[in-house]
């Protein structure tokens, strides 16, 4: 496999690790955040809320980080 191949799945792979770790992280927090306000286990209102904007915000950093790659793929 040629090395600018295995340079391109490398960031692809990336890009994917990064999504995933973001919602993760979102979610981590949101339960933090939770178990700080002293929410029962059925309030679930800080988790919901990390997690959806660990998606937001991983799908906005997976998004620049694509238009990047097809971008230098032009060049």
């Known amino acids: 496999m040629p090395k600018t191949q295995s340079n391109r799945l490398w960031k692809l792979s990336a890009m994917g690790f990064t999504f995933v ?3 993760i992280a979102g979610g981590l927090i949101g339960w933090g955040v939770s ?6 286990q059925h309030e679930r209102t800080f988790i919901v809320t ?7 915000v991983g799908m906005v950093d997976f998004i ?3 238009l ?5 793929l032009d060049q």
């Open 64 to 66: 620049r980080d694509a």
């Open 50 to 56: 990390g997690a959806v904007v660990g998606i937001v």
């Open 35 to 40: 178990w700080l306000f002293g929410q029962t």
């Open 68 to 72: 990047k790659a097809i971008k230098s």
């Open 21 to 23: 770790s973001m919602i």
